[in-house]
């Protein structure tokens, strides 16, 4: 999902993926990129590290059905909020 948000900053949440105990996604932004965090439904944020080939991941347990979001921040510190899907995608 595109997120547009209003500093100018843009970032796309793509290849979903994962089980019950990972979660990776690719984020293409037009800044560097310094953090990117998931949360499963209404929890806090959790931090995703940039794996070698590119992708942002994570080992944690996220139930069936409930809703993932991610989030992305920018150098210049601005954020983008993917679009909360159902896991797994």
């Given at each position: ?31 560097p ?57």
């Amino acid at each position: 999902a595109l997120v547009d948000e209003p500093g100018g900053f843009e970032a796309t949440f793509s290849g979903l993926r994962g089980n019950p105990w990972w979660v990776e996604a690719d984020i293409e932004a037009n800044e560097p990129l310094v953090r990117v965090e998931v949360r499963v439904e209404e929890g806090a944020f959790q931090p995703l590290a940039e794996t070698p080939w590119g992708s942002w991941a994570a080992s944690l347990y996220v139930q069936p059905d409930a809703l993932v979001q991610l989030r992305a921040q920018a150098q210049s510190g601005e954020m983008a909020l993917s679009t909360p899907v159902p896991w797994p995608p």
